[in-house]
């Protein structure tokens, strides 16, 4: 992965072919807990791509000037060429992204009360969701330069949104459906995830990432 | 006796995790990380043993100080602790299975977000002791395992003919690509917790 790769391509494989939730499995928790109705689908997605491209670029900014082997050297002199932190980056990572949730939970309080009770319930949620993390580590393993860390943050959100509304669209379209008792709940919305990521690789051939 | 009773309590605790409680069939939690490794079963049971490890070891740290953690920060103590035996993991299969390693990718660090860590250790491990502490994490993380090894045990069987990278099945056997894929794992974990609830609603009728 070259950093100057096109952020439109990062953009849409990360949307479209690479989605974060059908093929990597990311999020899936509030993706089968949150997705009954569209409004809170809706909400919730809005809060993910926020706060997914947010925390992209700042764990990159953490990663590239604190965390990678000899990164440290800006702050310590060249003595530091050699000090690796990397192992640290799960721990550092996390803690970033829940100080950034509660600081934009805080400002958004502050702000808009609309906006608060639009968003603000999912907040909490969202620390503990793993697309995010996933992201940040994912953009970590690929070796992705600033813009296309966000670029991919963003286009993880979008993707991400995009499953969860069109789960929570085909959800209450089955509520009056016959489902037998076993499978009502989680079991049909896997299978209609499953139905949904075949239907995502459809778009494979388009991009690769 | 109260020795005895204790140690029943422990069983109870452990057997309710593996199929009453079972965290994948009745709450369907936590498949995030560990679901999408399942394509073959050796990385399957690495994984399992990483979450396993980290879920009995910080449910008893979660527990030995539950005392001293103020309830307003508890959900960050508990994530720092979670982090903590996580990168351990991390370390020791980076050092002693780098191949594995690679192909785990980041989703040994994912362990952090799983659901389950988290929700044994606020359920459970902040309001009991210990002992039943780790019963309660060992029964979950073993009731869980044997939910994804069985996913991985299909999905390796039908999508590479291998089990453990040892060819099983011959050519005759046409591989199933979806099994490979994504969504071959929907499929499996769908048809697994059709399986199991269905059983319940069967019991439930013989119990009237």
């Not at chain 1, 990397?86 to 906006?115: C, D, G, M, N, P």
């Not at chain 1, 995830?193 to 991009?207: C, N």
């Amino acid at each position: 992965m070259t950093p100057g790769q096109n952020l439109f391509v990062i953009f849409f494989a990360a949307v479209f072919t690479n989605n974060i939730l059908l093929t990597y499995f990311l999020g899936m928790c509030p993706f089968l807990g949150c997705s009954r109705e569209v409004k809170t689908a809706l909400g919730l997605g809005t809060a993910v791509i926020f706060v997914i491209t947010c925390t992209s670029g700042l764990n990159w900014i953490v990663y590239e000037f604190f965390l990678r082997q000899g990164a440290l050297t800006w702050l310590l002199g060249a003595g530091a060429e050699t000090l690796d932190l990397t192992y640290l980056r799960f721990i550092i990572f996390i803690v970033v992204i829940a100080a950034f949730v509660q600081f934009v939970e805080i400002v958004i309080e502050r702000v808009s009360l609309r906006l608060y009770y639009a968003l603000g319930v999912f907040l909490p949620l969202i620390t503990v969701n793993c697309a995010i993390l996933g992201v940040s580590l994912f953009m970590v393993i690929r070796d992705y330069s600033f813009l296309s860390a966000v670029a991919y943050g963003f286009g993880s959100g979008v993707g991400w949104a995009l499953a969860i509304v069109a789960m929570a669209g085909i959800r209450d379209r089955m509520k009056k459906a016959n489902v037998p008792h076993g499978l009502e709940g989680p079991g049909i919305t896997l299978i209609i995830a499953g139905i949904m990521a075949l239907a995502f690789m459809g778009f494979s051939g388009i991009i690769k990432l | 006796m109260a020795n005895s009773a204790v140690k029943s309590q422990g069983y109870a605790t452990l057997a309710r995790g593996l199929w009453e409680e079972n965290p994948i069939f009745r709450q369907v939690l936590g498949i995030c990380s560990t679901l999408a490794v399942t394509n073959y079963l050796l990385n399957t049971i690495i994984m399992c043993a990483g979450l396993t490890f980290t879920l009995c070891a910080s449910c008893v740290t979660v527990s030995l100080l539950r005392h001293y953690t103020p309830v307003r920060i508890r959900m960050m103590v508990q994530t720092l602790i979670i982090a903590s035996y996580v990168i351990v993991v991390d370390i020791v299969i980076r050092a002693q299975l780098p191949e594995i390693s690679e192909q785990l990718g980041p989703y040994v660090g994912l362990i952090i977000t799983n659901c389950i860590v988290m929700g044994r250790c606020e359920s459970f491990a902040r309001s009991n002791g210990p002992v039943l502490s780790f019963w309660d994490a060992l029964g979950n993380s073993l009731g869980y395992s044997a939910v994804l090894l069985c996913i991985a045990f299909f999905r390796e069987l039908l999508g590479f003919r291998t089990l453990l990278g040892y060819r099983v099945l011959g050519d005759w056997f046409t591989p199933w690509t979806v099994m490979m894929m994504a969504p071959g794992a929907f499929f499996m974990l769908a048809i697994l917790v059709w399986i199991a609830r269905s059983r319940d609603a069967v019991e439930e009728e013989k119990g009237k």
